[in-house]
């Protein structure tokens, strides 16, 4: 859900308090400012980089199967114009809801996932790794008439050289939850909302998560922040904390298309649309190359901040997970909306450096912030 091709930074605007910026105009009427570089704190984002770790978020979400085949290129069939390729490794790795469990785990959180897999052989290997890394999957059920949805991507290219995607085809399944399963559920996720420091709704359109049970982390979470990633029915899900919709995903919910590549009044319309029908404290969308577009509810500047990293781009497979698992784990250690959504800018701008599905670890975020020439101290 975070299409990237990095391209060079924005000119930066003169260093001005955040305070300065903000307006009590409506959204619409504003024009999107890029953040001062000098209102984040060094020390500040360190500190709440050492406090994600530990911190207990309840994730409920579609668990998908991101499978990678390689081959490396033998020759032009004769039944077709294709390339055949000679299989030399097959990975399966944790997908949707469960790379953004993945990213909450090595980040340092304590992820608690609620979510449903198939009684296969997909669904099994996607436990055992998370069990492996010592997470609870007792939230999680294996449902016999359920196919894992798995997501297999073709790389030709030899092993030490780089790998091109040749073909994906998708495995997909849709879940009709139990009335059984349905009040199962509803109980584990009002008890994991009671314990966890947040919630990140996860929903790829695959059945598992459903507006009435999350309604249980929404009517409970005693002002603790929810946060929603929704690939198709974003406003499905009103009271969240915040969300997390790349541009495509903000428009489409907002029933428009932003022909003006971004920018100005018409993304600042979306963002209102969608905040006003979510009824959210805070909007944060993420823009590939032109970075992050932060919308918040009390009516300040809509604040932009530029793309971390270069433009050495390996994989942009799952970074919307990151940015949603790092904006989330960020809140519940006492984040501000903009303190989260620069921490989330730099996770996000360093798995796209990943082959493949990948995460980010903690020390790497801490990495970032210290080699931040941008901060202050």
Same mark, same amino acid.
């Given at each position: ?11 930066? +605007? ?16 504003? @024009? ?52 055949? +390729? ?49 997470? !609870? ?6 449902? @016999? ?30 879940? /009709? ?36 049970? @999350? ?36 428009? $489409? @919910? ?17 963002? /209102? ?47 919307? !997970? ?10 519940? $250690? ?5 303190? $989260? ?16 599905? $990948? ?19």
């Amino acid at each position: 859900m975070f299409g990237m091709t990095c391209a060079a930074k924005p000119s930066p +605007l003169p260093a001005t308090p955040y305070s300065l910026l903000a307006t009590r105009l409506p959204h619409s009427l504003l @024009a999107i400012v890029r953040y001062p570089p000098l209102v984040f704190s060094r020390s500040r984002l360190l500190q709440l980089a050492e406090e994600m770790k530990g911190k207990l978020v309840v994730v409920y979400g579609d668990i998908v199967a991101d499978r990678f085949v390689y081959g490396t290129p033998k020759r032009i069939s004769r039944e077709a114009p294709v390339l055949i +390729l000679r299989q030399y490794r097959d990975d399966i790795l944790l997908g949707g809801g469960g790379n953004a469990i993945n990213n909450i785990h090595s980040l340092g959180g304590v992820p608690i996932p609620v979510s449903v897999v198939g009684d296969d052989a997909a669904g099994a290997m996607l436990i055992e790794k998370l069990t492996a890394q010592g997470i !609870d999957c007792s939230g999680v059920l294996r449902v @016999a008439r359920y196919q894992t949805p798995t997501k297999v991507r073709i790389l030709g290219g030899y092993p030490h050289a780089s790998r091109q995607q040749i073909v994906r085809y998708d495995i997909e399944d849709h879940l /009709d939850v139990t009335d059984e399963e349905s009040d199962r559920f509803a109980w584990l996720l009002r008890d994991q909302m009671s314990i966890c420091h947040a919630a990140l709704i996860s929903d790829y359109g695959y059945g598992v998560v459903t507006p009435a049970l @999350a309604a249980n982390l929404t009517g409970f979470s005693r002002r603790k922040p929810v946060t929603l990633d929704s690939r198709y029915d974003l406003l499905r899900y009103p009271d969240v904390t915040a969300a997390t919709p790349n541009e495509e995903e903000a428009a $489409a @919910a907002a029933g428009t298309s932003l022909f003006d590549n971004g920018e100005g009044e018409k993304l600042s319309r979306v963002a /209102d649309t969608l905040q006003q029908a979510l009824d959210c404290e805070a909007l944060l969308i993420t823009r590939g190359s032109r970075g992050m577009a932060l919308f918040e509810k009390d009516g300040g500047a809509p604040l932009l901040i530029p793309v971390y990293g270069t433009d050495q781009v390996a994989d942009v497979t799952g970074a919307g !997970d990151t940015v949603i698992a790092t904006f989330t784990l960020a809140l519940a $250690a006492g984040a501000s909306y903009v303190e $989260a959504a620069k921490i989330a800018n730099y996770g996000g701008g360093i798995v796209v450096m990943k082959m493949g599905t $990948a995460t980010v670890s903690n020390d790497e975020l801490r990495h970032a912030i210290e080699r931040d020439e941008e901060l202050k101290e």
